[in-house]
Structure formats: structure tokens, C-alpha cells
């Protein structure tokens, strides 16, 4: 029975899945904390709430959290951070379009950290309205995709989005293209 530990194996699955919903809880979190801020902490009065609060049931996120979340949007509690909506619209290696939404409590960092991620796989991040255009009249329905043209490609843009889509302050990723 040398080496063998049920628990060690456990613990490391554990640690796994308590770090994934860690960080959708914490997306959660400032999402439910923005629409509070927005359009008040009564979820009947206000459909941004209300949606956001169904999407952290849907991801079991205790009510200790989201009363706190709706709580600092509402200015009742927190700790003094004031979250921000941010979009950035970026390029793939071979000039793919993103448009990414989000929410940060310090745009500096978070836009250093964005074009550091696209840098990284080839890409760029571009200004105010260069991608815009192309998603502007439903983001999840771009008004032209791109071909991908080998797998190589594929593989780098796949890694690019799960990067992009593991950053704490990213909420929704667009693009142009069919994986």
C-alpha cells in the first residue's frame, strides 16, 4: 500500500474544481454587483439583476455571496473597490476580430493584462471601435466570419480564447470565426 493515498488524489481534484468555481464566482460576483449599481438592488424592477442572479444559481453560487454582491452595488456594504464596465477589441494572429466585454476595478491593469494575453499568441489589441463595426448589431451574430485556414491556427486560437476567457475581469468573449 506504499504510496497509495485516497486522499492525496481527492485533495488534488479538489483543488481543481474549488479554483474553477472560485473564479466564476468571482465573475459572478461583479456582474450581480454591477446591475445592482446600475438599476437598484430589487431584482422585480430590474431584468440586468435579475439575469445575473438566475445565472449564479445556475452555478450554485451561495446566497451569503450574492447578498453581499447586491449589497456593494447597491452602496450598502463592500469594501470601497468601485467596479467599472470595460470592452476591448482586439486581433488574432491572422486578424480575427474579438470583442470583449468586462468588469474591473482598475482599467490600467486589466487592459495591460489583455494585450499582454494577445501578444502572447500573435495578436494585438486595437482601439475604440476597430472590431466594433463588425459586431454591432447582435455581438453573438458578427456581420462576417473569417475561414480558418489549418488546424495550427485553430489550436492557437482556441488556447487565445481559453486564456482570455480565464481572466477574472473578462465576462463575455466575441468573435468572427467558427471553431
Do not use: C
Not at 431584482?43 to 438566475?54: F, I, M
Request: hydrophobic letters at 35%; a negative charge; glycine letters at 10%.
Amino acid at each position: 500500500m506504499s504510496g497509495h493515498s485516497k486522499w492525496a488524489n481527492i485533495k488534488r481534484d479538489k483543488a481543481v474544481n474549488d479554483a474553477k468555481k472560485s473564479q466564476a464566482f468571482s465573475k459572478l460576483s461583479r456582474l450581480i454587483t454591477i446591475a445592482a449599481k446600475q438599476g437598484g438592488g430589487d431584482p422585480d424592477s430590474n431584468a440586468t439583476l435579475r439575469l445575473a442572479l438566475e445565472k449564479a444559481r445556475e452555478a450554485r453560487m451561495p446566497k451569503e455571496n450574492i447578498d453581499k454582491a447586491i449589497k456593494k452595488g447597491t452602496g450598502a456594504g463592500g469594501d470601497g473597490v468601485e467596479y467599472h464596465e470595460v470592452i476591448y477589441e482586439g486581433f488574432g494572429p491572422n486578424g480575427e476580430a474579438f470583442y470583449l466585454k468586462g468588469i474591473t476595478d482598475n482599467k490600467n491593469r486589466t487592459v495591460a493584462e489583455i494585450r499582454t494575453i494577445f501578444s502572447k499568441f500573435g495578436g494585438s489589441l486595437g482601439g475604440a471601435g476597430s472590431t466594433a463595426y463588425i459586431f454591432s448589431s447582435d455581438p453573438e451574430n458578427p456581420s462576417f466570419e473569417m475561414e480558418i485556414p489549418n488546424d495550427d491556427i485553430k489550436q492557437t486560437l482556441l488556447k487565445l480564447i481559453d486564456e482570455l476567457d480565464s481572466h477574472d475581469d473578462i465576462q463575455d468573449i466575441y468573435f468572427n470565426f467558427d471553431l
